[in-house]
């Protein structure tokens, strides 16, 4: 069974984040870190393998050289070998674009099963892996918070939580799953990962090598881009409202000063 799992290197989200004067994240002023919600992505992967199944675990990232290093991450955590997509027509890629170069890659390597989290933390959209799914032609199981895998009837099943319910989904292999944050911790990567991940194989791709035209992907093919950017405003001292007997109007009257209500 061939297992991918789409990873990404992204700015610290601890870190002040800012744009460039393209509307594009600057990477360059701030370290860059596997995503933490893809780690989960990882986790569930070598679950499924430490669950008895026979598979191999491919990791997957679209970016420049640094990139590499949330691929090193990911392989010290475990798994078998990674694929780095870099090219600098890409720069820029809106999901559109980010689901067509990950998708050319995955199929080129073959696939049973794509994991990934169910967003990134620079982006936060959400919606790659059903892009991805579409694109593939596969089902998506996706914002996962639990997942199984069972090769013998070639599904894939998970629990999803939403507002007013739980809810139990099901999806034929192959497919295209996105787990959440609350899927399980993912695993720290030991000294003995950290070595043996050097040796690991990491093979490096172009968009040629994928037979993707420069134009179909980058900040020209974008569909949606930032428009403009402001730095949030600093926090301010909050308003005491006494409660002498009347707190309840005195709340009221701040609320609506505040278009809250």
């Given at each position: 069974?061939?297992?991918?799992?789409?990873v990404?290197?992204?700015?610290?989200?601890?870190?002040?984040?800012?744009?460039?004067?393209?509307g594009?994240?600057?990477?360059d002023?701030?370290?860059?870190?596997?995503?933490?919600?893809?780690?989960y992505?990882?986790?569930?992967?070598?679950?499924?393998?430490?669950?008895g199944?026979d598979?191999?675990?491919?990791?997957?990232?679209?970016?420049?050289?640094?990139?590499?290093?949330?691929?090193?991450?990911?392989?010290?955590m475990?798994?078998?070998?990674?694929?780095?997509?870099?090219?600098?027509?890409?720069?820029?890629?809106?999901?559109?674009?980010?689901?067509?170069?990950?998708?050319?890659?995955?199929?080129?390597?073959?696939?049973?099963?794509?994991?990934?989290?169910?967003?990134?933390?620079?982006?936060?959209?959400?919606?790659?892996?059903?892009?991805?799914?579409?694109?593939l032609?596969?089902?998506?199981?996706?914002?996962?918070?639990?997942?199984?895998?069972?090769?013998e009837?070639?599904?894939?099943?998970?629990?999803?939580e939403?507002?007013?319910?739980?809810?139990?989904?099901?999806?034929t292999?192959?497919?295209?799953?996105?787990?959440?944050?609350?899927?399980?911790?993912?695993?720290?990567?030991?000294?003995k990962?950290?070595?043996?991940a050097?040796?690991?194989?990491?093979?490096?791709?172009?968009?040629?090598?994928?037979?993707?035209?420069p134009?179909?992907?980058?900040?020209?093919?974008?569909?949606?881009?930032?428009g403009?950017?402001a730095?949030?405003?600093?926090?301010?001292?909050?308003?005491?409202v006494?409660?002498?007997?009347?707190?309840?109007?005195?709340?009221?009257?701040?609320?609506?000063?505040?278009?809250?209500?």
């Amino acid at each position: 069974m061939k297992i991918v799992v789409c990873v990404k290197h992204v700015p610290d989200a601890t870190a002040d984040r800012t744009f460039t004067e393209d509307g594009t994240t600057d990477r360059d002023a701030v370290d860059s870190v596997l995503s933490e919600l893809d780690e989960y992505a990882v986790e569930q992967a070598l679950r499924i393998t430490e669950s008895g199944v026979d598979a191999e675990v491919t990791y997957l990232t679209i970016g420049p050289d640094d990139a590499k290093d949330a691929l090193r991450k990911a392989l010290a955590m475990g798994g078998d070998r990674a694929i780095h997509v870099s090219d600098d027509d890409i720069r820029g890629s809106d999901a559109l674009g980010t689901s067509l170069v990950l998708a050319k890659a995955i199929e080129r390597h073959g696939f049973d099963l794509v994991v990934c989290g169910m967003a990134s933390t620079d982006g936060s959209m959400g919606v790659v892996p059903a892009m991805l799914a579409e694109r593939l032609g596969v089902p998506a199981v996706t914002h996962l918070d639990e997942l199984a895998v069972s090769v013998e009837d070639g599904s894939v099943t998970g629990r999803r939580e939403g507002e007013s319910a739980t809810v139990r989904v099901q999806g034929t292999l192959p497919a295209v799953v996105s787990v959440t944050d609350r899927s399980g911790d993912a695993r720290y990567p030991s000294f003995k990962g950290i070595m043996a991940a050097k040796k690991k194989p990491v093979e490096t791709l172009d968009l040629t090598d994928l037979d993707i035209e420069p134009e179909w992907s980058g900040r020209s093919a974008a569909r949606s881009a930032v428009g403009t950017t402001a730095k949030r405003p600093p926090r301010t001292k909050g308003e005491i409202v006494a409660d002498e007997g009347a707190g309840g109007v005195g709340l009221a009257a701040f609320l609506t000063a505040k278009k809250f209500v």
